[in-house]
């Protein structure tokens, strides 16, 4: 007897609590190596599923789309970010798609506000300093001085979700909040804030002590900070990305950086498409870098609800509802299927 549940393929594992949710209200495939799928498995693992429960890792291009079996009706990411799924391709062939916004917001932003701190207040290198050396010298006067935050100049790039639970934080810390956006925020989040709004965005580089990316990866902010940008930061800035490597001209930050124009870089995400950049990880071997590996959303809680999200955009939809994390196209889209 076939099951009338539906029919889902994780490509990666989740935290069991959600695994052992799913399993109880869907038909659940999981790829147990937690290793990323090549879009062969992906297909193979499709047939007859309803569902591909996605993420970033999983690259979802117009080809795959285009070979996926007729029985596939959603893609439901795990995760903000849908840069790895070809949103047109999808909507063109009638698939819907869901991703889970919100539930990460704070966790990414305290991450941010984390690394933030970590560069100019030197955490890293000083944690690392009492390992290496087994000893401590004592306190003196003038060892591990850093810079203070407080009254510092912050200029952050998309005033979406994060960017504005970012600005929340870094404005406790006394810093003074700048913003670049696709669309001016209504006074009723600016004022709060005290947020400057700046429609040119080289502008705002050039005044800013401290720069923080919290746009998504789309056409139009792929390498919005080229070379000719990061050259307009104001000597001794830093940079702070905690949202996609492909935002950023990686080789001509590690020169600015290197040529002492600016302070530092603080990345959680960075381009490991061949390992990664062995002039980068000698700038976070003088501390002028700091690197974590893409963990700015990682915690349990986060983990949860992105699949406690996951769990209800599949349930309405496989109801016959509109999922309310449905990504709709700008312009009307013909479908084929669906
Ligand atoms: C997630 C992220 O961990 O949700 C996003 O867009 O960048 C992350 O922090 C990841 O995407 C999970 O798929």
């Known amino acids: 007897m076939t099951s009338s549940k539906p029919k889902i393929l994780l490509t990666r594992r989740l935290p069991q609590v959600i695994e052992a949710r799913m399993a109880t209200l869907f038909e659940t495939d999981v790829n147990e190596t937690d290793q990323t799928l090549t879009s062969d498995d992906i297909l193979i693992g499709l047939e007859g599923?309803?569902?591909?429960?996605?993420?970033?890792?999983?690259?979802?291009?117009?080809?795959?789309?285009?070979?996926?079996?007729q029985s596939v009706r959603l893609i439901a990411q795990f995760g903000n970010g849908v840069d790895n799924i070809d949103l047109e391709a999808a909507w063109a062939s009638g698939?819907?798609?869901?991703?889970t916004p919100s539930v990460l917001t704070e966790d990414t932003a305290d991450m941010a506000m984390a690394l933030m701190l970590a560069l100019p207040r030197r955490l890293v290198e000083g944690a690392n300093l009492l390992l290496h050396d087994r000893r401590w010298a004592g306190w003196s006067p003038t060892s591990m001085l850093g810079n203070r935050l407080r009254g510092k100049s912050l200029g952050i790039v998309g005033m979406g979700r994060i960017g504005t639970a970012v600005a929340q934080r870094a404005?406790?810390?006394?810093?003074?909040?700048?913003?670049?956006?696709?669309?001016?925020r209504p006074s009723g989040v600016e004022e709060p804030l005290g947020a400057t709004y700046w429609p040119e965005l080289d502008a705002m580089l050039e005044a800013v002590d401290i720069v923080s990316l919290h746009t998504p990866l789309t056409r139009d902010t792929a390498n919005i900070m080229s070379a000719e940008r990061l050259r307009r930061l104001k000597p001794?800035?830093?940079?702070l990305n905690v949202s996609r490597p492909e935002l950023v001209d990686e080789t001509a930050l590690v020169v600015g950086i290197e040529a002492g124009h600016?302070?530092?870089?603080?990345?959680?995400?960075?381009?490991?498409?061949?390992?990664?950049?062995?002039r980068l990880l000698a700038l976070a071997e003088t501390n002028r870098v700091v690197l974590t590996g893409h963990m700015a959303s990682a915690t349990l809680e986060a983990r949860v609800e992105m699949g406690?999200?996951?769990?209800?955009?599949?349930?309405?939809?496989?109801?016959?509802?509109?999922?309310p994390h449905r990504l709709?196209?700008?312009?009307?889209?013909?479908?084929?299927?669906g």
């Not at 001794?236 to 940079?239: F, P, R, T």
């Open 262 to 278: 600016l302070a530092g870089a603080a990345l959680d995400v960075f381009d490991n498409r061949n390992g990664i950049n062995p």
């Open 95 to 99: 698939l819907t798609v869901t991703n």
């Open 171 to 184: 404005r406790a810390f006394g810093l003074s909040i700048h913003y670049f956006s696709r669309n001016r």
């Open 308 to 323: 406690e999200t996951v769990i209800v955009n599949i349930r309405t939809f496989m109801d016959g509802h509109q999922p």
């Open 328 to 337: 709709l196209p700008d312009r009307p889209v013909a479908r084929a299927r």
């Open 236 to 239: 001794g800035a830093y940079l």
């Open 49 to 69: 599923k309803d569902v591909l429960v996605s993420t970033i890792t999983d690259r979802v291009d117009a080809d795959l789309i285009s070979r996926l079996p």
